[in-house]
């Protein structure tokens, strides 16, 4: 009847064998996949030339150009903010692009449209500033390798002032290649300090020209950091409060002086800020190693008896003598002792003859 419990009769299976001992669960027909494997799948093959080309582009290569930036502005953020972020495209200029309209995005939630964003545009590079009541003046940066997100770090802001609050007649060129100093003990000695300079460096650096002349130098950031009170004690360094660093840009110009050398002035064209670090999403550890490795064919070709000085960019040859005859030398006195040398194979008869103007001669 409809009350009894017994389940309900098996459906025979194609993979059901008579002989072989019952039923077998029937296998997934799409099996787990890898993301490259995946992607190599779903992506779609370019039809045109220029399609080819484009995916050429893309790739990586064994000399990559200058990085940019993406900079957008968050659902919630006040005016000092945007401020900020046009701060921050203005120094970056032209290898930056400035979002100033609000989007709804969370980085630390959902990076998924920032990726698909910077790859549309071909940045590796993204800032990201918001405003909430707990985080009422942050700034989120991060880094793209092959498309993906690297790692990313999220700072507090404190102690802003704009490049317009200066008020200086003239400030540095549009594109003018950015000296970053780095100073403090924490950017060599801890962990998270040092990530945060790397960072830094990748996004205040700007393109990394072979050569650059000295009129070029027209502008200098430097990031500081200090000990605080009380951290030079013996805790570890979990129980360390979170690095501030100081950012402040300078205007630099050569002032005649009394030798070759001109005399440097530094003026303070802004911004200035203090960053508080919070939130971090440190790199996995198999694509770190993948973003820093470099290249065989960047690598300098081995020449013998040629070492390269990595701190001054020389050369050293070594160069291998064979035995040296000094005899052979043609030195002050060799006419001299060769004159010795005959009179001592004329002997005394050739001197009694020629005498010591014979010999001379």
């Known amino acids: 009847g409809s009350s009894c419990p017994c389940p309900p009769p098996l459906v025979q299976s194609p993979l059901h064998q ?193 050569k650059v002349m000295l009129q070029g130098l027209e502008q200098v950031i430097v990031c500081s950091t200090f000990e605080e009170a009380g951290g030079a004690s013996s805790s570890g360094p979990a129980d360390r409060p979170n690095p501030k660093i100081d950012v402040t840009r300078y205007r630099i110009s050569f002032a005649k002086s009394g030798s070759r ?20 999403k440190e790199p996995e550890r198999e694509r770190w190693k993948q973003s820093i490795k470099v290249a065989k064919a960047t690598k300098p070709k081995k020449e013998k008896s040629i070492s390269h000085q990595k701190d001054m960019g020389k050369k050293r040859g070594q160069i291998h003598l064979g035995k040296q005859d000094f005899d052979q030398i043609h030195t002050v006195h060799h006419s001299k002792k060769l004159a010795k040398k005959l009179r001592a194979d004329l002997g005394p008869q050739g001197g009694s003859e020629g005498g010591p103007a014979a010999a001379d001669a």
């Not at 449209?113 to 993204?126: A, G, Q, W, Y």
């Not at 050398?261 to 971090?280: F, I, K, N, Y």
């Open 261 to 280: 050398l001109p005399r440097v002035e530094l003026e303070e064209v802004g911004p200035r800020l203090r960053l508080a670090l919070d939130r971090t």
């Open 18 to 210: 008579p002989g072989g001992g019952g039923w077998k669960e029937r296998a997934d027909p799409l099996p787990a996949m890898s993301d490259a494997a995946l992607a190599k799948a779903t992506s779609r093959k370019p039809k045109t030339r220029r399609g080819r080309q484009v995916l050429r582009e893309r790739e990586p290569q064994v000399n990559e150009g200058a990085k940019s930036a993406l900079i957008m502005r968050g659902n919630k953020s006040s005016m000092d903010v945007l401020t900020l972020l046009r701060d921050l495209f203005s120094l970056r200029t032209p290898l930056a692009t400035l979002f100033s309209r609000k989007h709804p995005e969370h980085p630390f939630e959902d990076v998924s449209k920032l990726e698909s964003i910077c790859k549309k545009l071909e940045h590796s590079l993204f800032a990201f500033g918001s405003s909430s009541k707990k985080r009422p003046f942050r700034l989120i940066l991060g880094r793209l390798f092959d498309g993906k997100l690297l790692d990313m770090q999220e700072f507090g802001v404190e102690n802003y002032k704009s490049i317009s609050s200066f008020g200086t007649r003239m400030d540095a060129s549009v594109g003018s290649k950015p000296l970053v100093l780095f100073q403090g003990s924490a950017f060599e000695t801890d962990e998270k300090v040092k990530r945060v300079k790397s960072l830094l460096l990748d996004f205040f650096s700007g393109a990394r020209p072979q």
